[in-house]
């Protein structure tokens, strides 16, 4: 009763920072920019939170997290349409929801997968802020007990899932991430004045700032990316009658949806795992649990419940470390972050203790957009799935110039565009290659933290078990080692198992043609010359002195 | 969001070799630089070293970037065929490389030149696997340099002629370079421009500055553009 008690008083507290015209507004430009956002394949969350970032300088703290929090909540309940009605994710999310949302609407039953998508969804969202309000006084207990060392660990755990997560990546990611580290430390070092990677060039003075390497890497690259690229002909299946029924269906597995959101809730909150590995995680234990598991990626509806609640579950939880402990685990979350600094907001164990009005506000914010975003797409799906057929290169034209409007309007400086040019480019030539971007952000984000957190930490610690020494430095520390361990065993596997495939295909016939083909080589080359100048000297010509 | 985590198969092979060799190039050069770059400060904690943290990136992306380069699947690249078949081209190939690196070796000392002699191996051993592919990939890279080129004349212009004239002439300009013609998509670019002027400048109010144009204008209409457009 009392949790109950302390939930409604928490949620009384923080009604009036949404009780406000301009957090409305925020709430509704933010569903449905999300949505129109997420619909639009090619444009997808990071691009529009990089455009917008500097616009939400100049407002409130609440209202700017809003409008991003909207755009970030609501783009992969948009992103599914496409993936549904295309076969083409809107958000690099959705690719889990064209396995079985495509076989669906091939077979006739678009409707029926648009509705589920939506309905989980809307499932996922709803349960990942409950839990999170639910366990917020927990997690205002446990937040004081990170330290520096704490935060430090924790960031460096954060890098290290980010690298990890990108399976056979990983050395370029963690080359990435470096790259962000060393482009943080770029200008004046804060505590001796002295100047690192500066060549003397008075612009570099103040460092790279992120939001410029920020636009360049995710909106100019893309606008990039469709500029080079293709238009793509798009067939729309019309689509008639309600969305209603997805929710009768959702009703029917509730074990999956339940576990789906708790695997979003858990992957969420840990740093530099976010969306993919909880929907890969549901959608297999989906797949494993299920009666029809050959249904699996040719329309089964378990397996759409599972993606869709899973990726929305993330979205609430991975405010957690950035709200908590200031650590973004993800892009998305790293571009937030700038909003709180630029406000003078440093998130972290203190905004929970002491500002926890704020926190809860946040989270409600994220309930009424799930809300929103649901009934806004409940009766406007048919118009909404227009905008999927935007041309590419069209679209291009429009980010290059949102993009302007990102950079320049950050500090007016012609240099800024140059470096987000750049970065474009750069960030341009990683897509082609398939290469992973978000690293670098990361590096950047975490890196800075990381240099701050273990010169602090240090100053108390006299030999390296110190270091470690309580608690909570302990099971992160801990942690580390196992994700490494984990890790290593997860390559060491994959090399016997990509030895094992090599001998199996190199049988003894396959091999007897090469046998063959490098004797005939030997005779006419090496045994060959020698035999032609052993006869040589037999058959030598006659000369005229013979 | 991580966008890239989805695993590719199919990785692109084109330019892996090409990408990964001028980023080593990059990060040995700036690693080179370090001790130029930073300082090491007397009588001040290791973690604490302006040097420290810089070390950190550049070290790890050399020694990170070496390996993926290591790991790349490669092929050695089709030399011409008197290449293959002149022996003293081998043996002159090898000693040049070889007769560089001892080169740089004795002009700037042992440890100043193992940043360069590695330089000089990574460019050895990527003009032996570089492909005719990673050549056309490069191209591509470069003919990325006209979009950037349009938006750095787009963020000059702004500054002098204005924000919404400017953004109304480029928007239909661009339609038009990429490839649209119809009148519908160029009035739908003019359109897109105007509405974009006006959320941000007129509406939001972000940042950008009054053109030096609209200094000509008379009296109230000058404000107002300054301010709105």
Same mark, same amino acid.
């Given at each position: 009763?009392?949790?109950?008690?302390?939930?409604?008083?928490?949620?009384?507290?923080?009604?009036?920072?949404?009780?406000?015209?301009?957090?409305? *507004?925020?709430?509704?430009?933010?569903?449905?920019?999300?949505?129109?956002?997420?619909?639009?394949?090619?444009?997808?969350?990071?691009?529009?939170?990089?455009? *917008?970032?500097?616009?939400?300088?100049?407002?409130?703290?609440?209202?700017?997290?809003?409008?991003?929090?909207?755009?970030?909540?609501?783009?992969?309940?948009?992103?599914?349409?496409?993936?549904?009605?295309?076969?083409?994710?809107?958000?690099?999310?959705?690719? =889990?929801?064209?396995?079985?949302?495509?076989?669906?609407?091939?077979?006739?039953?678009?409707?029926?997968?648009?509705?589920?998508?939506?309905?989980?969804?809307?499932?996922?969202?709803?349960?990942?802020?409950?839990?999170?309000?639910?366990?917020?006084?927990? *997690?205002?207990?446990?937040?004081?007990?990170?330290?520096?060392?704490?935060?430090?660990?924790?960031?460096?755990?954060?890098?290290?899932?980010?690298?990890?997560?990108?399976?056979?990546?990983?050395?370029?990611?963690?080359?990435?991430?470096?790259?962000?580290?060393?482009?943080?430390?770029?200008?004046?070092?804060?505590?001796?004045?002295?100047?690192?990677?500066?060549?003397?060039?008075?612009?570099?003075?103040?460092?790279?700032?992120?939001?410029?390497?920020?636009?360049?890497?995710?909106?100019?690259?893309?606008?990039?990316?469709?500029?080079?690229?293709?238009?793509? $002909?798009?067939? %729309?299946?019309?689509?008639?009658?309600?969305?209603?029924?997805?929710?009768?269906?959702?009703?029917?597995?509730?074990?999956?949806?339940?576990?789906?959101?708790?695997?979003?809730?858990?992957?969420?909150?840990?740093?530099?795992?976010?969306?993919?590995?909880?929907?890969?995680?549901?959608?297999?234990?989906?797949?494993?649990?299920?009666?029809?598991?050959?249904?699996?990626?040719?329309?089964?509806?378990?397996?759409?419940?599972?993606?869709?609640?899973?990726?929305?579950?993330?979205?609430?939880?991975?405010?957690?470390?950035?709200?908590?402990?200031? !650590?973004?685990?993800?892009? %998305?979350?790293?571009?937030?972050?700038?909003?709180?600094?630029?406000?003078?907001?440093?998130?972290?164990?203190?905004?929970?203790?002491?500002?926890?009005?704020?926190?809860?506000?946040?989270?409600?914010? =994220?309930?009424?957009?799930?809300?929103?975003?649901?009934?806004?797409?409940?009766?406007?799906?048919?118009?909404?799935?227009?905008?999927?057929?935007?041309?590419?290169?069209?679209?291009?034209?429009?980010?290059?110039?949102?993009?302007?409007?990102?950079?320049?309007?950050?500090?007016?400086?012609?240099?800024?565009?140059?470096?987000?040019?750049?970065?474009?480019?750069?960030?341009?030539?990683?897509?082609?290659?398939?290469?992973?971007?978000?690293?670098?952000?990361?590096?950047?984000?975490?890196?800075?933290?990381?240099?701050?957190?273990?010169?602090?930490?240090?100053?108390?610690? $006299?030999?390296?078990?110190?270091?470690?020494?309580?608690?909570?430095?302990?099971?992160?520390?801990?942690?580390?080692?196992?994700? %490494?361990?984990?890790?290593?065993?997860?390559?060491?596997?994959?090399?016997?198992?990509?030895?094992?495939?090599?001998?199996?295909?190199?049988?003894?016939?396959?091999?007897?043609?090469?046998?063959?083909?490098?004797?005939?080589?030997? !005779?006419?080359?090496?045994?060959?010359?020698?035999?032609?100048?052993?006869?040589?000297?037999?058959?030598?010509?006659?000369?005229?002195?013979? | 969001?991580?966008?890239?985590?989805?695993?590719?198969?199919?990785?692109?092979?084109?330019?892996?070799?090409?990408?990964?060799?001028?980023?080593?190039?990059?990060?040995?050069?700036?690693?080179?630089?370090?001790?130029?770059?930073?300082?090491?400060?007397?009588?001040?904690?290791?973690?604490?070293?302006?040097?420290?943290?810089?070390? !950190?990136?550049?070290?790890?992306?050399?020694?990170?970037?070496?390996?993926?380069?290591?790991?790349?699947?490669?092929?050695?690249?089709?030399?011409?065929?008197?290449?293959?078949?002149?022996?003293?081209?081998?043996?002159?190939?090898?000693?040049?490389?070889?007769?560089?690196?001892?080169?740089?070796?004795?002009?700037?000392?042992?440890?100043?030149?193992?940043?360069?002699?590695?330089?000089?191996?990574?460019?050895?051993?990527?003009? %032996?696997?570089?492909?005719?592919?990673?050549?056309?990939?490069?191209?591509?890279?470069?003919?990325?340099?006209?979009?950037?080129?349009?938006?750095?004349?787009?963020?000059?212009?702004?500054?002098?002629?204005?924000?919404?004239?400017?953004?109304?002439?480029?928007?239909?300009?661009?339609?038009?370079?990429?490839?649209?013609?119809?009148?519908?998509?160029?009035?739908?670019?003019?359109?897109?421009?105007?509405?974009?002027?006006? !959320?941000?400048?007129?509406?939001?109010?972000?940042?950008?500055?009054?053109?030096?144009?609209?200094?000509?204008?008379?009296?109230?209409?000058?404000?107002?553009?300054?301010?709105?457009?």
């Amino acid at each position: 009763m009392d949790l109950i008690y302390d939930f409604l008083t928490q949620v009384q507290a923080s009604s009036s920072y949404l009780a406000r015209w301009d957090v409305v *507004l925020a709430l509704l430009v933010g569903s449905v920019g999300g949505v129109l956002i997420g619909a639009i394949p090619g444009v997808g969350p990071a691009v529009a939170i990089a455009i *917008l970032l500097p616009a939400t300088f100049s407002m409130d703290p609440i209202v700017g997290l809003t409008v991003l929090l909207g755009i970030y909540g609501s783009s992969m309940y948009g992103g599914s349409i496409p993936a549904i009605l295309i076969n083409t994710p809107g958000t690099a999310v959705n690719a =889990l929801t064209t396995y079985d949302g495509f076989p669906m609407t091939t077979r006739g039953e678009a409707r029926r997968a648009l509705s589920l998508a939506y309905s989980s969804s809307f499932f996922g969202g709803i349960f990942s802020v409950v839990c999170l309000i639910l366990f917020a006084p927990i *997690l205002a207990k446990i937040a004081p007990m990170f330290g520096s060392r704490e935060i430090f660990l924790a960031a460096l755990l954060g890098i290290i899932l980010v690298v990890t997560a990108h399976r056979k990546h990983t050395l370029i990611a963690a080359a990435m991430a470096c790259f962000g580290i060393w482009l943080n430390t770029i200008g004046l070092h804060p505590a001796s004045y002295s100047k690192r990677y500066t060549f003397d060039q008075s612009w570099l003075s103040g460092g790279v700032n992120l939001i410029v390497v920020v636009l360049g890497l995710f909106a100019l690259s893309q606008a990039f990316t469709l500029l080079h690229g293709d238009d793509e $002909k798009v067939r %729309l299946t019309k689509l008639k009658g309600s969305f209603f029924q997805g929710f009768r269906e959702l009703a029917r597995h509730p074990r999956i949806a339940g576990i789906s959101a708790t695997f979003g809730v858990v992957m969420g909150m840990i740093p530099g795992v976010g969306e993919f590995t909880a929907q890969f995680m549901s959608y297999t234990y989906a797949q494993k649990s299920s009666k029809r598991p050959e249904d699996f990626g040719h329309g089964s509806s378990e397996g759409l419940i599972a993606a869709e609640t899973a990726n929305n579950a993330v979205p609430g939880a991975a405010m957690v470390p950035l709200l908590a402990l200031g !650590i973004p685990g993800e892009a %998305l979350t790293a571009m937030m972050l700038s909003v709180f600094y630029v406000h003078n907001v440093i998130p972290g164990p203190q905004l929970f203790q002491n500002d926890m009005d704020f926190v809860v506000a946040l989270y409600l914010a =994220l309930l009424i957009l799930n809300v929103l975003v649901v009934a806004f797409l409940l009766v406007a799906t048919n118009q909404l799935i227009k905008v999927v057929k935007i041309p590419n290169r069209f679209l291009g034209v429009c980010i290059l110039i949102l993009s302007f409007v990102g950079v320049y309007s950050l500090r007016n400086s012609l240099t800024d565009c140059i470096v987000a040019a750049a970065f474009g480019i750069f960030g341009f030539i990683m897509k082609r290659m398939q290469l992973p971007v978000v690293p670098i952000v990361l590096g950047m984000v975490l890196g800075g933290i990381m240099e701050v957190k273990l010169r602090s930490a240090m100053a108390r610690v $006299k030999t390296p078990l110190d270091f470690i020494d309580r608690p909570i430095a302990a099971i992160l520390f801990g942690m580390i080692v196992l994700v %490494l361990l984990l890790h290593f065993r997860r390559v060491w596997l994959d090399y016997k198992e990509r030895k094992t495939d090599e001998w199996q295909t190199s049988h003894a016939s396959t091999s007897f043609p090469a046998i063959l083909s490098r004797r005939r080589n030997y !005779i006419l080359t090496e045994r060959g010359k020698k035999l032609r100048a052993k006869r040589k000297t037999f058959s030598r010509r006659l000369t005229d002195n013979d | 969001m991580s966008d890239e985590i989805i695993e590719h198969p199919d990785r692109p092979q084109r330019g892996q070799v090409l990408f990964a060799a001028l980023f080593l190039i990059c990060a040995t050069l700036l690693l080179a630089a370090i001790g130029d770059q930073t300082k090491w400060l007397k009588g001040k904690d290791f973690f604490a070293q302006p040097r420290f943290w810089p070390g !950190i990136g550049v070290g790890g992306m050399v020694l990170f970037t070496a390996l993926h380069f290591w790991h790349l699947p490669r092929k050695q690249r089709r030399l011409p065929r008197w290449m293959r078949e002149a022996d003293w081209f081998q043996w002159a190939e090898s000693l040049f490389w070889a007769f560089l690196a001892a080169g740089l070796a004795l002009w700037l000392g042992p440890i100043a030149a193992a940043p360069m002699v590695f330089l000089v191996a990574v460019i050895r051993v990527t003009w %032996l696997y570089q492909h005719w592919t990673d050549r056309r990939e490069a191209k591509v890279w470069a003919s990325v340099f006209e979009w950037a080129g349009w938006f750095l004349a787009y963020v000059l212009l702004v500054p002098i002629i204005g924000y919404l004239p400017v953004t109304m002439v480029f928007a239909p300009i661009l339609t038009w370079r990429v490839g649209y013609r119809s009148r519908l998509m160029l009035w739908t670019s003019v359109v897109f421009a105007v509405v974009v002027v006006l !959320i941000f400048k007129s509406f939001l109010q972000v940042k950008i500055p009054g053109a030096a144009l609209y200094e000509y204008l008379p009296g109230a209409l000058r404000s107002f553009f300054i301010l709105n457009f």
